[in-house]
């Protein structure tokens, strides 16, 4: 199944009981931005010069977290940041301040215009028919899209972060997630930043003020 801002295709998993950390926990798996345009050769970052070199290192974890969730039925849910063809809904429409360095990635090269191989899901990480995908135009996975929704149907209680960029969409999602009243935690090596100091700033503020930091392997051990 594929959950597109609401639109439910097929059935797919509800959340199981795992225990993490000693906490009993019924969580869902978030994916955020895996795609072609914030990681692949050819995609709008490599076309931007933009350092992938984190990102790509984080890749395999992330495809282990994967499989490790499909086989014990955990729920998971991919999220992609797309923009209209006609650039109606980029931030520079929106906001009168907007850091230079921001605008100019928006500006210079379309990134992940809806409908094209830059906003896929990278390959290696297709969804299958049973998981989920939303679909989402701001940093975090939960504006403007039927996310929350999407996990108080599925019975979660918590959820396990992954994806790009740690400092930004990852962060942003997380913080939400908390406030929506869902216990939270990101995996260290799963996630990554183009900037290792906002990186590690991420996951001391999570650490101090919303959840757990984990890394793949504790996760997969607790897993299972």
């Known amino acids: 199944m594929q959950e597109n801002n609401g639109r439910t295709h097929r059935a797919g998993r509800r959340a199981a009981a795992v ?37 790509k290192k984080a890749l395999p974890n992330i495809i282990r977290l994967v499989n490790i969730c499909r086989k014990i039925g955990t729920p998971i849910v ?40 830059d906003a896929d899901i990278v390959a290696e990480l297709k969804p299958d028919n049973k998981e989920y995908v939303i679909t989402k135009r701001r940093d975090s996975a939960f504006y403007g899209t039927k996310l929350e929704d999407l996990l108080r149907k599925l019975q979660v209680d ?18 939400d997630a908390f406030n929506l009243g869902f216990d939270v935690m990101v995996v ?15 996951l001391d503020d999570v650490r101090s003020f919303y959840g757990l930091v984990v890394d793949t392997n504790e996760l997969a051990t607790e897993l299972s």
């Open 188 to 202: 260290s090596d799963a996630t990554a930043s183009m900037n290792p100091k906002r990186y590690e700033c991420t």
């Open 78 to 117: 991919f999220t992609i940041a797309v923009r209209e063809p006609s650039g109606v809904d980029l931030l520079t429409k929106t906001h009168k301040i907007l850091p230079l360095p921001r605008e100019e990635r928006i500006e210079e090269i379309p990134i992940c215009i809806k409908g094209t191989w």
């Open 19 to 55: 225990t993490i950390k000693g906490y009993e926990l019924k969580p869902t798996l978030i994916v955020i931005d895996t795609q072609n345009g914030f990681v692949s050769d050819g995609g709008s970052y490599d076309k931007l010069g933009i350092n992938r070199s984190h990102y």
């Open 158 to 175: 918590s959820v396990i972060f992954c994806g790009f960029d740690t400092s930004m969409c990852v962060e942003t999602s997380l913080r």
